[in-house]
């Protein structure tokens, strides 16, 4: 019983962003976010939110105010001292901003990081894990249509080392 108890109280403490979500975002940059979105969020117990580009994608990242510290605590123990330390911390933090949900339920995203993520008026939101993701719609169906035998290769190489608990 004690193996359960401890897998209930893990489960319990993992907090993911679930779902795929197809919204607007208006000429002035505000994004109306789903209301199964919002009580998502509201588990974060955090107000702020913190929206970046993304490393790899050209869409935006959108961490609780939690998670971005647990974050930037790893990147704060990089050497600033070495040159490719400071080039990837001022790379990684380009254009972040703090948001804060509106009495609307909308999200404020920047000219900036609309411009860098091609925002237009057609929006999809994804969860990934501890944050979500801000893409175009069109950019988003490009990235994700994978054929099937690609994505089970993909599949095998990321997690077919993985360790079962």
């Known amino acids: 019983m ?5 897998y209930y109280i893990n489960l319990s403490q993992m907090k993911s962003f679930i779902g795929t979500y197809e919204c607007k975002i208006d000429d002035k940059g505000r994004l109306k976010v789903p209301s199964s979105l919002i009580k998502q969020m509201e588990n974060f117990d ?10 790899f994608q050209s869409c935006l990242e ?5 998670a971005w510290d ?4 790893k990147i704060n123990k990089l050497n600033r001292f070495v040159k490719k330390n400071a ?19 909308r999200l404020q995203i920047s000219k900036d990081l609309t411009v860098f993520a091609g ?12 944050l979500f993701e801000v893409w175009d719609k ?13 994505f ?3 599949a095998e190489d990321v997690m077919g080392s993985l360790d079962e608990e």
């Open 119 to 130: 925002l237009q008026k057609d929006i999809v939101i994804t969860g990934a894990g501890e």
């Open 70 to 73: 647990k974050m930037m605590g």
């Open 62 to 66: 959108v961490y609780p105010m939690t």
């Open 138 to 150: 069109e950019a988003y169906e490009k990235v994700i249509s994978i054929d099937e035998a690609d």
């Open 2 to 6: 004690g193996g359960f108890r401890n």
């Open 87 to 105: 080039d990837f911390i001022r790379m990684f933090t380009a254009g972040v901003k703090t948001v804060e949900l509106d009495n609307a339920g």
């Open 152 to 154: 089970a290769s993909l």
């Open 46 to 55: 955090d107000k702020a939110f913190v929206v970046k580009r993304s490393v």
